[in-house]
């Protein structure tokens, strides 16, 4: 197998050293050296490698197709050396979906929930065919329009992935053959979403799961990019729905990113993200309803965001953006006992039904007793009610309460990880526009606070000035 090194350069006729040296022997035998030196340059020169990813709304018909293989041609006719990962066309896998819903007989309960009578083989087998329909019109584009280009499925590559069928892991992926064909001019059009399982099954990665795909090839590939071309032109420093001042981000880093789960998860899967950071694959964010003629390296970051290494970002804010949440509930337990062993009583029958927690508040306790309040996903909150009031003896609390009227919003930043001060100046601009706070979280990098629903874009729009981040 070629080494890493080797297989980056443009494939060029070997010529050794020795054949060089003995051939420039003799009258002018230094000039010869001269040229040959220049040629070893150019042949040294890198090709860049680049993975593009095109979403469902990128490729929602024939003629968006074309637009997508505008973007690749640009990519080709600059010398660079292209895989292009595509999704289904925009409402294709929610059409499969619903077919395997329809054939089964009942809805699939959004990933959490399967029935042990369902095969999620057979939802793989169904679902992962709206890609291996894209990747061929691709193809078959490209090559209309003089690209060399072939199509890939999960399976030809292969892509490999666990048996957890709806939601696979990737195990590998064998890129030396594509690898070779990309060297050599021919753009490897690649089926995202979709993998191969153990004993030859087909598996699909996850709702989303084309970013991933194209991270992972990117990571295999060590390509210098992975370019993900979507229907908005970046990530922002918060939804520009609901502050208009919001600007686009040129740089975000893979921790933050993972953390502005409220946009920055619709723009790409939050398991590509983790994979890009732990595979330090730099990732563009980009639209495909840019232009495709723009010319040059600086020109494609100047026109997205790039997901990157933290210190690859020079200016750094101290607040990078905010994020906000709504489908949170609040649970409070009022008088529960202060002893050791109360907080796991509440918590362990949570999580023995696969309820995820995430802020906590205690009170300080009067006489032996205290409050404790949590929050879980909307999703989970009547099954939590449940559970508690069935673990109500063993608990033994006074009350009840629940509320999903409930928002979570999040200022995030590397930068806190060496400013003092951020809660505070938070805490004290949303004191001031008379918004309550019922509990806080944090990390590193990111202070959450939990508020009434009603509030949620007042305070987004309070903590995105505050912070500095209103576009002039
Ligand atoms: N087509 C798949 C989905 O809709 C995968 C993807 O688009 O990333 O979830
Ligand atoms: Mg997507």
Redesign the pocket.
């Known amino acids: 197998m070629a080494g890493e090194g080797e297989a980056r350069l443009r494939a060029a006729p070997a010529v050794s050293m020795k054949n060089c040296f003995l051939a420039g022997l003799g009258a002018g035998h230094a000039a010869a050296m001269g040229r040959w030196r220049l040629r070893a340059r150019a042949r040294e020169e890198r090709v860049t490698l680049l993975v593009l990813k095109f ?2 709304t990128s490729v929602a018909d024939v003629d968006r197709i074309r637009n997508v293989a505008a973007h690749v041609k640009r990519e080709v006719d600059a010398g660079n050396a292209c895989a292009v990962v595509v ?2 066309m925009a409402g ?3 059409q499969l979906v619903a077919w395997v819903e329809e054939a089964w007989g009942f809805k699939l309960n959004n990933g959490t929930q399967v029935s042990a009578m369902y095969d999620a083989r057979e939802y793989d087998a169904v ?1 992962a065919s ?2 291996q329909v894209t990747s061929g019109l691709l193809a078959i584009v490209l090559q209309s329009i003089g690209v060399k280009a072939r199509s890939w499925q999960g399976w030809q590559i292969p892509l490999s992935t666990d048996s957890a069928h709806r939601a696979a892991r990737i195990t590998g992926v064998a890129v030396d053959t594509l690898k070779a064909r990309m060297m050599n001019g021919e753009v490897a059009v690649v089926a ?2 979709q993998g191969l399982a153990p004993e030859n099954r087909i598996s ?8 991933t ?1 194209a991270v992972a090839l990117a990571a295999a590939l060590d390509a210098d990019r992975c370019d993900i071309y979507t229907d908005v032109d970046g990530v922002y420093t918060t939804d520009p729905r609901i502050v208009p001042k919001a600007h686009r981000l040129g740089r975000i880093s893979y921790e933050e990113m993972l953390e502005m789960a409220s946009q920055g998860a619709k723009v790409l ?1 939050t398991r590509s993200v983790e994979l890009a950071m732990q595979r330090g694959v730099r990732v563009l964010v980009r639209s495909s309803f840019d232009p495709p003629d723009l010319k040059g390296a600086e020109a494609a970051e100047a026109c997205g965001t790039l997901v990157c290494n933290e210190d690859e970002i020079v200016e750094q804010n101290v607040v990078s953006g905010i994020a906000y949440a709504r489908d949170e509930a609040k649970v409070t337990l009022l008088k529960i006992a202060d002893k050791p062993g109360v907080a796991a009583q509440v918590f362990c029958p949570l999580a023995d039904a696969n309820i995820n927690v995430d802020m906590i508040v205690q009170n300080v306790s009067e006489d032996g007793f205290t409050d404790l309040t949590f929050t879980v996903q909307s999703a989970d909150f009547d099954r939590a009610i449940e559970v508690l009031k069935k673990s109500r003896e063993s608990i033994g609390y006074a009350d009840l309460r629940g509320s999903s009227d409930v928002a979570k919003i999040s200022a995030i930043g590397v930068g806190m990880r060496s400013h003092a001060g951020v809660a505070s100046q938070m805490f004290s601009a949303l004191a001031e526009k008379g918004i309550n706070i019922e509990a806080i979280s944090t990390s590193e990098i990111k202070i959450s606070v939990l508020i009434d629903a009603a509030y949620a874009e007042l305070a987004v729009r309070t903590l995105h000035s505050l912070f500095g981040l209103d576009s002039r």
């Open positions: 979403g469902g999704s289904a294709q896998t929610n679902v709206g890609e995202g979403f699909t990665l996850g709702r989303g799961g084309s970013d795909s899967q």
